[in-house]
């Protein structure tokens, strides 16, 4: 699953899932556009690209849930690598609530934003440009959540849910040349998982078939699947990376 030649651009790269991808893309051949609002996060993963694997990396600053920082990234990378190849919506956000009621309208825009507004920009700049080059990959980064909403994330899971559906319906739109696909990701060990309660960690452990929760690594092998040609006839899927979710 080689990615010689190619430019991949990563949002929510510059950590945890978006990290290791951006790493394993690096390892695979690829150039890489490493994105998220922390600039100092992107620019010391984008040095340890060059010296680990000496493949270009440039880190951007940008918050994907305003839509003219997406025009920018994307004019970015086109003025810096001239392609892009390799789409990967990763950022993602959820905000903790008391209930339901107390959610303000600020704080659902912004969940909305994140993880459903900033994917479709991006993929509707992005896409056209790779038809015109021949082709290209989007991976979605989704949530169990989208399929199986707690009550603790539903304007997330609504935003999955919507990432989900924008994942079929742009593969629809900008095939035969350019695959749209998602992952459907569980419980994953990263950064954020440092500061779960003790029950939180319980239950995700109990709630799946291999009884743990992912390691970080684990993305790797799905997410090198969808961007290279291993999955040249495979667009408009949902990848289940849960662990078996009961």
């Known amino acids: 699953m080689t990615l010689d030649g190619k430019v991949a651009l990563v949002t929510g790269g ?22 998220s609002r922390q600039f100092d996060g992107c620019a010391a993963l984008a040095r340890e690209v060059r010296e680990t694997y000496g493949r270009r990396a440039l880190p951007v600053s940008c918050n994907v849930s305003d839509w003219d920082r997406c025009d920018e990234l994307v004019a970015t990378a086109y003025a810096e690598f001239g392609r892009v190849d390799v789409l990967v919506n990763n950022a993602g ?34 896409a056209p440009r790779m038809a015109a080059a021949g082709g290209g990959s989007i991976l979605n980064i989704s949530s169990i959540e989208a399929a199986r909403p707690e009550p603790m994330a539903i304007p997330y899971a609504a935003a999955k849910a919507g990432l989900n559906a924008l994942t079929a319906g742009m593969a629809q739109a900008y095939g035969p040349s350019v695959r749209v696909n998602a992952i459907q990701c569980g419980a994953f060990a990263t950064d954020i998982s440092k500061a779960w309660p003790e029950e939180l960690c319980s239950h995700l452990t109990s709630a799946n078939a291999l009884g743990r929760v992912g390691e970080p690594d684990e993305i790797v092998g799905a997410a090198l699947y969808f961007a290279t040609d291993a999955s040249a006839f495979c667009t408009g899927a949902t990848l289940a990376l849960d662990g078996g979710w009961k």
């Open 93 to 126: 956000m959820s905000l903790l609530y008391p209930s339901l009621d107390l959610v303000g309208e600020a704080m659902f825009d912004k969940v909305i934003a994140v993880n459903l507004k900033g994917p479709f920009r991006l993929s509707a700049l992005v």
């Open 14 to 35: 510059s950590r945890g899932l978006g990290r290791r991808m951006v790493l394993a893309f690096a390892e695979a051949g690829a150039d890489v556009v490493i994105a």
